[in-house]
């Protein structure tokens, strides 16, 4: 597939998903590696001189856009969907541009601004903009650059960010902001003198990131708690390393949901149970099963209709916003009411107008929704708006009678890889189809799983 000349691992913009719901899911699931971590790792392999491996690569669109925007440097990358492996052979970088065709198309590039101003000094990279889920602004990224000694313009919607030195500095950030605290961690590596980031981020993927750096020779403490020190060190002391990163826990929560809401029993391997603290503890409260069988495998079930639950998304560890729609998708036919609450982003409820449709009676305030759950949902053709709020219209799907179709899968496609075929392994009638390839006959007597496509 191919969207404005960069050829993606996703489908066709015409493609669509049909699926028939009301089948209870079962089966096992193995989760892939974690989106939001390996995006931010393959920044941070920009830092040695050498060939660093990154292990447990999803085979997703960002990951590619990721693969562009670092070639675009001057710098070698491989990805080898086999092994899930991607090189990234810094030794040269030979561009510090990041252009506004790639950093537009997925903001997370943005990252490169640390990168390459720790490792060249200078950078200028496209400032993303706003998104459908909300204003995104990278404020405390640029403040904190500043702390380190940076020089910042923004001229012609980019950044121009220039250092003859950096140093290290306290820096305290108004939100716990996840990009902030990963591009702040990036910039201060050879930063001279301790960087300190208060109340930093503390998500996993912030960890992972920091045992990366840690890896390559960096010098950070402190990942994982509100507050991260970053000792600065030399060129010469970081190395290319090979490096597997952690479960996607978002990933893994997904498919807890489509488990739990079609009141069925899944197996999902590959998870780390204490990334989801949170969101399992909800789960249970709706009235879920959740049994650790080892410690990256878990089993969950449910035979009863779920109970209305409510919900604050925060920073983690708490309820993360990446499941919250989700999440309400789940709580549409529970039994009550819930109340959901989404503090992070000012527009992350695009999945409402959707879930109505399916027969959802939800009222929407601002950033709260009350969520009164009907007896069940009724499919319908439904219109993905954003990654996760085309998740959550999946789940909704699987549980509703009759069948849906939703179409603008690429957002899908940026953030779970191989989901239909995952889907269809644990029992859901699903399947991708083009209007132009699929015998529309085959589909309308469901042998979805007989389609030759
Ligand atoms: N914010 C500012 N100024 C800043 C930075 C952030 O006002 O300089 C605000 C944002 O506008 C937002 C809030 O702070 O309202 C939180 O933003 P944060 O910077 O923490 O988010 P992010 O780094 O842009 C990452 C994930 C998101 C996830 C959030 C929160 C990646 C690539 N993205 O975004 O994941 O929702 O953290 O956990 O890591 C997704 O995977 O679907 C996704 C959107």
Known sequence: MIIEGIELFGGQLTEKLKIRGGVSL?????????????????????????????????????????????????????????????????TDITSITA???????????????????????????????????????????????????AKIKIENGYVHAKATKLHGADIYLDIPSVGATENLMLAAVMAEGATRIQ????????????????????DVSGAGTSEIVINGVKQEDLHPIEYATIPDRIEAGTYMAAFIT?????????????????????LIKMGANIKL???????????????????VTQPYPG??????????AMLTTADGVSIITESLYENRFMQVPELRRMGADIHQERNHALVRGVKKLTGANLKASDLRA??????????????????????????????EEKFRNIGADIVRYNDDIVEPKLLQEGKYNEASI
């Open 319 to 328: 309820f993360p916003t990446d499941l919250q729609s989700l999440a309400m």
């Open 262 to 282: 079609t009141r069925g029993k899944g197996i999902i391997k590959n998870v780390m149970p204490s990334h989801l603290t949170f969101f399992n503890s909800k």
């Open 26 to 90: 079962k089966g096992e699931v193995s989760i892939g590696g974690a989106k939001n971590a390996v995006l931010k790792l393959m920044a941070a392999a920009l830092l040695a001189k050498g060939e660093s491996k990154i292990y447990n690569v999803p085979e997703l669109t960002d990951v590619q856009i990721m693969l562009r925007v670092i070639e675009g440097l001057g710098v070698k990358t491989k990805y080898d969907k086999v092994n899930k492996t991607v090189a990234i052979e810094a």
């Open 390 to 419: 085309g998740a959550s219209l999946i789940i909704a799907a699987l549980m509703a009678d009759g069948v849906s179709e939703i179409e603008s899968l690429h957002h899908i496609d940026r953030g779970y890889e191989n989901f």
């Open 99 to 149: 252009k506004y065709e790639l950093v537009s198309k997925m903001r997370a590039s943005f990252i490169v601004l640390g990168a390459l101003v720790s490792r060249c000094k200078e950078a200028i990279v496209a400032l993303p903009g706003g998104c459908a889920i909300g204003e995104r602004r990278v404020d405390f990224h640029i403040k904190g650059l500043e702390a380190l000694g």
């Open 199 to 218: 109340n930093a981020a503390q998500e996993p993927e912030i960890v992972d990131l920091a045992n990366f750096l840690n890896t390559m020779g960096a």
């Open 293 to 311: 069988l080892e410690p990256s495998v878990i089993e969950v079930s449910c035979k009863q209709r779920l109970s209305a639950v409510n919900i």
